[in-house]
């Protein structure tokens, strides 16, 4: 799925991203964002990897990417 173009045509419309990233070094997470250019604000990462993963472990994320919509309630 090709997210930014989806992030840029929706966002106006009140669609918002957040991403969770599951990198274990911060300088490949934010290296990421940039290199992607996810223009969203809305970033996280626990920096434990996948396998220690608390995120992983409560959404049932067992492959990457992931994608999850999730509506307002």
Same mark, same amino acid.
């Given at each position: @799925?090709? @997210? &930014?173009?989806?992030?840029?045509?929706?966002? !106006? $419309?009140?669609? /918002?991203?957040?991403? &969770?990233?599951?990198?274990?070094?911060?300088? *490949?997470? &934010? %290296?990421?964002?940039?290199?992607? %250019?996810?223009?969203? !604000? %809305? *970033?996280?990462?626990?920096?434990?990897?996948?396998?220690?993963?608390?995120?992983?472990? $409560?959404?049932?994320?067992? &492959?990457?990417?992931?994608?999850?919509?999730?509506?307002? /309630?």
């Amino acid at each position: @799925i090709e @997210i &930014v173009p989806l992030y840029q045509k929706f966002n !106006p $419309l009140g669609f /918002e991203i957040f991403s &969770v990233s599951m990198d274990s070094k911060k300088e *490949h997470w &934010v %290296n990421a964002i940039k290199s992607d %250019n996810l223009s969203w !604000p %809305n *970033h996280g990462s626990e920096l434990k990897g996948f396998e220690q993963s608390k995120v992983a472990e $409560l959404y049932g994320v067992d &492959v990457l990417p992931g994608t999850f919509l999730i509506d307002e /309630e």
